[in-house]
């Protein structure tokens, strides 16, 4: 997949198939539409293309990146839409001047000027052009005109998308790991810096590799234990290691008396200095609630049961 963040300097996209969209999430809702996208696409021997817009118009408007929540960085959308095969992204830097282009400009000037698409796939709701002013109507009847297709999303799967991208975000922050892996059709995941905690970890047998989250915007799972898996992302070769097991703990930690909230992975059968590296951690299963324990004793005990019920979840 070629992804194109300079919207001034495009290829010409041979019989271009195209559709809009944020796709966070890239859900089994998306994946139907990639479908679809690639279905039209080799009926005209053409390439596919998914315009997104980044930062997130929400956040843009909002001027606050924590305060939108989303499923995707932009770098793991890259991937995930990779995975999916599709020929172009086209990422669209959602600035002020973009916005305020007038629905008739944005077709002319944006889409049919730098794209010259073949067929362009939008929802029947789909709006577009400053103050959403545009619909499927104009953009077929400026299609008509300037000798492109335009084409529906069926409604089904339009609902199923908005349906999905909602579903899915609740039940990761109410901990329903379960329902969001389903509508994701991947397990989610995220990535963290391992920073230093204060080392008590090791004492009691378990190592925690404490992780920060550099992305603002990436929406956590609810406080919690939970079964994972986790590649390390080296922080200089950019390489990823093998997949490991592990468990996961999110929460303030009452029984070491932690003042603020912690995550952090013990990972199965591993020994290595990890400080500084990057974990991509998939979330497989939710365990059980944060607890006070009376003691690291007690703790320690449970942490064996948790490690047990994740080493069989995980198999
Ligand atoms: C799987 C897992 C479950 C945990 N569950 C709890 C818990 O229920 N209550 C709690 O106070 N701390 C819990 N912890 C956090 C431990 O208190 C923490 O790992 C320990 O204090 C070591 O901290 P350190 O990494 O900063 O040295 C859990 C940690 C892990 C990895
Ligand atoms: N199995 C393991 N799981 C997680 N981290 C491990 C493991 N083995 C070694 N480590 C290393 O030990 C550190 C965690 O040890 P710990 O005593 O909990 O210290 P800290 O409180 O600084 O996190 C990790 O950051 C990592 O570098």
């Known amino acids: 997949m070629q992804v194109h963040k300079d919207i001034t300097n495009l290829p010409a996209f041979k019989n271009a198939v195209i559709t809009i969209g944020t796709f966070d999430g890239v859900h089994t809702g998306h994946q139907q539409i990639i479908a679809q996208l690639k279905e039209e696409a080799a009926k005209v021997n053409g390439e596919t293309v998914i315009i997104t817009f980044h930062p997130h118009p929400r956040i843009v408007v909002k001027h606050n990146a924590s305060a939108v929540q989303l499923l995707n960085s932009l770098d793991e959308?890259?991937?995930l839409l990779e995975a999916q095969g599709v020929n172009h992204l086209v990422v669209v830097p959602f600035?002020?001047?973009f916005s305020n282009l007038s629905a008739n400009d944005y077709v002319h000037d944006f889409l049919f000027a730098r794209f010259h698409p073949h067929t362009v796939i939008i929802g029947y709701d789909h709006h577009f052009g400053k103050n959403r002013q545009g619909d499927y109507h104009l953009m077929e009847s400026i299609g008509k005109e300037l000798?492109?297709?335009?084409?529906?999303?069926?409604?089904?799967?339009l609902n199923e998308v908005a349906i999905s991208s909602t579903r899915i975000r609740e039940a990761i922050a109410g901990k329903d790991i379960i329902t969001a892996n389903d509508c994701l059709g991947y397990p989610y995941f995220f990535e963290g810096r391992v920073i230093e905690g204060n080392r008590l970890g090791r004492t009691i047998g378990y190592p925690t590799a404490n992780l920060k989250i550099e992305n603002e915007?990436?929406?956590?799972?609810g406080n919690g234990v939970y079964a994972v898996t986790v590649t390390i992302i080296h922080q200089i070769t950019h390489r990823k290691s093998e997949e490991y097991k592990g468990m996961m703990n999110i929460g303030v930690r009452p029984t070491v008396n932690g003042s603020?909230?912690?995550?952090?992975?013990?990972?199965?059968?591993?020994?290595e200095d990890i400080y500084g590296h990057v974990l991509q951690v998939s979330v497989h299963h939710y365990l059980r609630g944060?607890?006070?324990?009376?003691?690291?004793?007690?703790?320690?005990?449970?942490l064996a049961k948790d490690r047990e019920q994740s080493a069989q979840l995980l198999s």
């Open 77 to 79: 959308k890259i991937a």
């Open 95 to 97: 600035n002020e001047a």
């Open 147 to 157: 000798g492109f297709t335009v084409k529906e999303i069926p409604e089904q799967v």
């Open 217 to 221: 915007s990436k929406l956590i799972p």
């Open 260 to 271: 603020h909230k912690t995550i952090e992975v013990n990972i199965f059968d591993f020994n």
């Open 290 to 302: 944060e607890q006070k324990f009376n003691g690291l004793d007690a703790l320690k005990e449970q």
